[in-house]
């Protein structure tokens, strides 16, 4: 009888003479970890650049669109900075 490797998602794998299949399912996990990780940066970056645009609006709303020009400026750096996450 083969021997179960269990991880941690609960996924059996044999670990005789299914080697093709583990080393499958930790790709898959590493590239599932990318994704994920991809998709928190660009959120941060995204609430960076809302952040600034709301500062940025507060001088607007004043009537001093020379204040608020750097703010846009910056969110417009931030949100440029997001990246296509990587396909699954």
């Known amino acids: 009888m083969a021997a179960v490797v269990t991880v ?3 996924v059996g794998v044999s670990s005789l003479g ?3 299949s583990a080393l499958g ?3 898959r996990r590493r590239a599932v970890a ?6 928190r940066t660009n959120d941060a970056l995204f609430e ?6 709301r500062e940025a609006q507060a001088y607007l709303n004043a009537g001093r669109p020379d204040l608020a ?4 400026e910056e969110a417009q750096m931030f949100e ?3 990246q296509r996450p ?3």
């Open 69 to 72: 020009a750097p703010y846009l």
């Open 86 to 88: 990587p396909g699954l």
């Open 8 to 10: 941690s998602q609960g």
């Open 18 to 20: 299914g080697g093709s």
């Open 48 to 53: 960076a650049g809302r952040d600034l645009r």
């Open 34 to 39: 990318r994704h994920e990780e991809a998709l």
């Open 25 to 27: 399912l930790l790709a």
């Open 80 to 82: 440029g900075a997001t």
